[in-house]
């Protein structure tokens, strides 16, 4: 399961090239083209969706087509709305990371958008991959007010584009 689900962030997210895919607006593929592409069954594909830990395969309301919820480096316009953030969101990272942070804000580095967390408890999560975490705590309510777009992927992961070093503090 693990093996698929990586086989198709890599695919759905970064290079759908590599097995001769494009996604579609919206980051979608044919889940019959996709299945066919990896050589694993539709029940498979189904299990993985169901059971990944963070949900993030999502099929479109047919159950034609397939896609990433979040974390493209492809170009991709997902079709998100704007979304109001909550007044506080958190974004989990590394000490080493830090002045370059503080210095020109959060940036999207490969992916499209800055990912940032409703909760203290996935911001950690998402810092701990890289090593000891460090959770910063970002004003959304001020960037909201000074005009930054949110959006909120099908995972509850919330997207900006970039965050102001101001709009940023140490939790
Ligand atoms: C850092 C995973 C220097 C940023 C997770 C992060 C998430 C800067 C790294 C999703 C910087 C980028 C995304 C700046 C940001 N200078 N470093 N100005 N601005 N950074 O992986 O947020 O498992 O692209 O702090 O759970 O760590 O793939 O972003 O450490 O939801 O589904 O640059 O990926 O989800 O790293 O993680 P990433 P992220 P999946």
Redesign the pocket.
């Known amino acids: 399961m693990t093996r698929i689900s990586k086989r198709l962030?890599r695919h759905l997210r970064h290079d759908p090239a590599a097995l001769g895919l494009t996604l579609a607006p919206g980051g979608w593929v044919p889940v019959d083209t996709l299945v066919r592409a990896l050589s694993i069954t539709r029940e498979e594909l189904d299990e993985v969706v169901e059971k990944n830990n963070?949900r993030?395969f999502a099929f479109d309301e047919t159950g034609t087509r397939i896609r990433a919820s979040?974390?493209h480096s492809v170009t991709v316009d997902l079709g998100l709305p704007d979304a109001t953030p909550p007044d506080v969101l958190y974004?989990?990272?590394?000490a080493k990371?830090l002045d370059?942070?503080f210095r020109?804000?959060?940036?999207?580095?490969?992916?499209h958008a800055?990912?940032l967390s409703a909760t203290v408890e996935t911001a950690r999560?998402?810092?701990a991959?890289?090593g000891k975490p460090v959770i910063l705590r970002v004003d959304a309510a001020a960037m909201a007010a000074a005009g930054h777009r949110f959006q909120v992927s099908a995972n509850e992961?919330w997207l900006t584009a970039t965050v102001p070093p101001t709009c940023l503090s140490p939790l």
């Open positions: 962030a963070k993030r979040q974390g974004h989990g990272t590394v990371f370059a942070i020109e804000g959060l940036r999207p580095m490969n992916r800055v990912h999560i998402v810092g991959r890289r992961v």
